[in-house]
């Protein structure tokens, strides 16, 4: 047993953060170590970069343009652009669309899908969940009716992240709605944004930020070759989605990205007539998150690496270990770079910072985004399968309670 | 030990309630958001009406001669109301600085007109780089012109942006933290080298930064001693603290109501999210977090006026700790327990959490109070 990166792979981290440091454009870097969401050019200018690289399609095989790296090469890589802090590669495209389509995908959707995915020329989003379908997605509701050559799609979708940025969108859509069981009835389509009939309304977050939104449907005409895998047989390709790709689902990157940003605040403000970062109830938090980012870390090594010993292609219950604690340490972490910025996280100073354009203030700007990563990523427990829901997996599928 | 209140005070809060269902819904707070102060100007009428702008001012004062209790209670209706109007700002900072800092000429100028509604203060204390500690004062006044001349910064001032009048802390003389010689101010919000950039705060009420390039003070605009306004602001702040501790009460109160009839009504899996034990044991965790909270508000009520200083501040930083934690787990599971929803604008749950947030973050965090109690831990 050695819980220490081998010297393979060691050598492997110094290569992705150098080719980072080195190819990231200095004002993404910028903004992102500030705390803001990347723009949407920013995460279409990277994962172009990294697809030049050939390290956008991580977990493709290499004929659909895929790195060829392992399961523990692509937990680092992730882990280091979430440090970076990178933009994130565009998880609708990398870890959802594509692997389906390689899974369940005809040769002529692959072809046509999945090298315009992998260099973002299309932005994909997902449209899972709605108004009466969250935890429980298999009630969905909305209808796709087939006429001659194409479905004609009713109803929407609810919470979709990034739909107002997407040129395409995966759906789940009822086909069979007297189907025995729920399940049996749902089908996985590609929908073009661009279709006539469909309608996106904006949904303001917490944060004040645009990133959700609903997408309605009146009449959308689908052709039929935009179906994955069989009629009624989309649950297996939702199931087959939600449960694929877990590695980087801990987000340890950003938690570490987020405590960096935490000390940085707290070595310039004061507490008790000295820096904060000197301060040893400040340091005690940091070292417990330390402690739990350690802890996952090793966690989500065991998961990754068992389940590149896997052959069987099931999720394993324990990847449900990594988003709790995963998303409970993150969370955490955006409140230590809070309660580090203090009373300078109450004001939205984007106004302020404007009228005083000549006068740069890093550490309000911080500040406002350290309340603003706060704020959204009370969601990081919520999307994704809500943490209660997670517990449940745990509570059936490992402990058979 | 009593919990009950008085006639008087149950009177008080009855009508505080009232007025509040009446006026004060989601929606009508919207379209006060929208006015040029972004709060209502007519309700700051009403709460004037009521007496409520005079409550902890002596009857003389066209007040209501209550105490910190009348207060509570004011300020828990407006907490599960989420009021906007700058009360904690006038009747409560500005109001406890000139009552417990002013002349007997002073109160009786300034009082009076906070009680009609006709005199909104703010108290411009807290800078850029004091963080939460109460004696870091780098803006200064120093003699001239017959009378003081201020020079420095203020930051977050609470409503600062809308107050006819300030309460400027500066230093008069001593190192940057020194308790010692520091002097509060009244200062006209017109006064010339006055300048205000006014904002919104995450939970969208006003602030504002404050900036004063040699504004001139005359010698009856001191409150009290020169130099001796120490103890006056650490009263201030206390009382704020207190009265806080209300907001937060009232703000726990309706994010837990909330949270029990979402899970009464929401259906997943064929049933009531509430059904689920988990859920349930949610719910109970967040009422024994308001419980427990609400117990230290009260704490904090009735310590502001301990003639004992060292033991209300204690009991003030015990306070600040317990509702302050208890006010961030009601309102993240809140959030949880809503899903998706609790997450937008829309819904009022994210506005109850960032009240909160905001709370948490005013006049010493968590940790900042628990490190003045570890002080002195025996
Ligand atoms: C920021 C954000 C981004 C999102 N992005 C997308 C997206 O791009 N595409 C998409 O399709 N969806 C997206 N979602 C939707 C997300 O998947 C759902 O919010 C989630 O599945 C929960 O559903 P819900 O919001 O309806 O909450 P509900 O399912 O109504 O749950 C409410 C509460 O009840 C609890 N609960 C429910 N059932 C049980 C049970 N059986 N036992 C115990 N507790 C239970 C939940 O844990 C939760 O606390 C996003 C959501 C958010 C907040």
Known sequence: MDLRFTPEELAFRDEVRAFIRDNLPADIRERMRLGYSPRKQDVIAWQRILNRKGWAALSWPKEWGGPGWSAVQRMIFIEENQAAPAPELLSFNITMLGPVLIQFGTEEQKRRFLPRAANLDDWWCQGFSEPGAGSDLASLKTAARREGDHYVVNGSKIWTSTAHNADWCFVLVRTNPNAAKRQEGISFLLVDMKTPGITVRPIISIDGAHHLNEVFFDDVKVPVEMRIHEENRGWDVAKFLLGNERTGIARLGKSRERVAAAKEAARAVRFNGKPLIEDPTFRQRVAQLEVDMKALQITQYRVVSAGAKKSDGRPDPLSSVLKVKGTELLQSTTELAMDAAGPLAMPIWAQELAEMANEPDMLAEAAEQAAGNYLFLRAASIYGGTNEIQKNILSKAVLRL | ?378
């Open chain 2, 1 to 378: 030990m009593d919990f009950d209140l008085s006639d008087d005070q149950r009177l008080l809060a009855d009508s505080v309630t009232r007025l509040m269902a009446d006026r004060y819904g989601f929606e009508a707070r919207k379209a006060f958001l929208k006015q040029p102060d972004g709060w209502s100007t007519e309700m700051w009428g009403r709460y004037a009406e009521l007496g409520l702008l005079g409550v902890p001012f002596a009857e003389e004062h066209g007040g209501f001669g209550g105490g910190a209790v009348e207060v509570m209670l004011v300020m828990q209706e407006l907490g599960r109301a989420l009021a906007l109007e700058p009360y904690l700002a006038t009747v409560v900072l500005g109001g406890t600085a000139v009552r417990l800092g002013g002349s007997a000429a002073q109160q009786a100028a300034i009082l009076p007109a906070v009680a009609e509604g006709t005199l909104k203060l703010a108290f411009a204390h807290g800078e850029r780089d004091a963080r939460y500690d109460l004696s870091d004062v780098q803006t200064t006044a120093k003699r001239g012109n017959g009378g003081w001349v201020l020079d420095g910064a203020k930051s977050v001032v609470f409503h600062g942006d809308s107050a006819d009048k300030l309460v400027v802390s500066a230093r008069i003389k001593g190192a940057r933290d020194d308790p010692d010689g520091i002097g509060l101010f009244l200062v006209d919000a017109g006064a010339q080298g006055l300048a205000r950039r006014g904002y919104t705060l995450r939970d969208e009420t006003r602030a504002a930064e404050v900036s004063l390039t040699h504004v001139a003070v005359a010698d009856g605009d001191v409150l009290g001693e020169a130099g001796a306004a120490f103890p006056v602001i650490e009263r201030v702040v206390e009382t704020g603290i207190a009265a806080m501790g209300a907001e937060a009460v009232g703000a726990m109160e309706t994010m837990q109501s909330m949270t029990l009839e979402y899970s009464r009504t929401r259906e997943q899996f064929g049933k009531p999210i509430g059904s689920n034990q988990v859920v349930q044991h949610r719910l109970s965790e967040m009422l024994m977090a308001l419980e427990q909270g609400r117990s230290m508000a009260m704490l904090a009520t009735v310590s502001v006026e301990d003639a004992d200083p060292a033991e209300r501040a204690r009991n003030i930083s015990m306070a600040k700790v317990g509702y302050g934690q208890s006010a961030r787990f009601v309102s993240q599971q809140a959030i949880q327990m809503h899903g998706g929803i609790g997450m937008t604008e829309e819904y009022a749950v994210g506005h109850y959490f960032r009240r909160a947030m905001v709370i948490e973050h005013t006049f010493g965090d968590t940790a900042f109070h628990l490190a003045r109690l570890a002080a002195q831990v025996e």
